[in-house]
């Protein structure tokens, strides 16, 4: 088993550049099946998931070739199968993402139904009943979605009954190309879904509304290709600020999207954190001498992120005092307490929230990464731990966290990786 070896408290400093965003490149790359024109991707961070649904796409039918670094051309060969095939499926539940943009355009589609993962039963109900709504005929047996749509799909008033960040960006897709208009409400307003938007617009898609609860599609009969850059990852951003904090605003974080998180910024503040614009996208986080507990409830854009709820868990564990987490998104998102006990830290869990209690400081062991947000606060509970901490289970981290172990050790981290026999 692989891991992750962190030899704790050495003196972290210098600049980390935030790479493309994980959860808008792989919306993006799926409505490269929308076009028979090329695309080009550009800012796409290298990233294990990236690999998976590049790997998806080409089984589709689509060409990917990486023109340079973070940059790629997506462009139509082969004649399609129009199948997302479970061995795919299985390794990145994103891959339903390709299930609106499949029916759009080829008006039909074989989708694995995504498993689970250890966050959450992670169900795509809300996605499947919205199709049918706009005209698709589905049936799941034997572990897949089949669905199609003869004569195309049509717009319909969608309201989603939970906020469903991936539901809204299937319809998105699947609308596109709908025949009249669709209307979402209760619409996701990630920054991801935004920059879906924007990319769909750019290829001729007539959408209005992004980013409030309720985005206005007409459908056109035909998208052209495009060229998109990517935005930054607002979760590394966010997870890399929490690191800059814990030692002493050293760290600089370059290409750092502030406007994505200002309600974490509040966060900040209450703890007693303060983020330090000193260039043109480049941040520092400046921690007063002693830091304040906080209560942080987990909701849906603009609010606090559930994908950042295990790295602020990491930093309240030394902060003196008694702070809550509250995970209101997913139902199973405390797989990190356990591991951040045998670390040293206080905390109990009762029922939805975690109680910390502050402890001077962590201290080195082995533990296992649960999640890949999970996996980023071992990480970092691992820097500020005093002697070594090894983390398995480490592909979870290289799912989201693009050159992570360089990123680090730029910064003066000790970090290696090796593989345990079992
Ligand atoms: C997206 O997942 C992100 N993934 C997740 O990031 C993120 O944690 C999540 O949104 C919430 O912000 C991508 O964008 C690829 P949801 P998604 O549909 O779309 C329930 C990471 O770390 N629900 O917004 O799958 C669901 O169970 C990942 O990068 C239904 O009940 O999340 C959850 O409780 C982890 N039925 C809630 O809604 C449905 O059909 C929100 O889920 C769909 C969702």
Redesign the pocket.
Known sequence: MEYLEIEGQKDLRGVVEISGA??AA?PCMAATILSDEPVILENVPDLLDISTMKELLEYIGIQVEEIQPHRFIFSHGKMPSFEAPYELVSKM??SILVLGAMLARYKAAKVALPGGCS?????????LKALEKMGAKIKVEHGYIYAEAPYGLKGAEINFE??????TENILMAAALAEGETIIKNA?K?P?VVDLAVMLKKMGARIEGEGTDTIYVKGVKKLSGTTHSIIPDR?EAGTFAVLSALFDGQIIIDKYPEEYLKFVHQILKQIGITPVKIGEAQFIFKPENSLRPVNIETK?YPYF???LQAQFMTLLSVVKGTSTVTEN???NRFMHVPELKRLGADIEIKEKTAIINGVEKLSGAEVKATD??ASAAMVIAGLIAEGTTRIYDIYHLDR?YENIDYKLSKLGARVSRGIQEL
Do not use: C, M, Q, S
Request: glycine share 8%.
């Open positions: 994980k959860n792989l539940r994103a966050i959450g039963t992670r169900p795509v109900d809300l996605h939970k906020i469903t960040v991936t539901g996701a990630e991801e979760i849906e992120p559930t994908d998104i997913f139902e890949l947000r989201g």
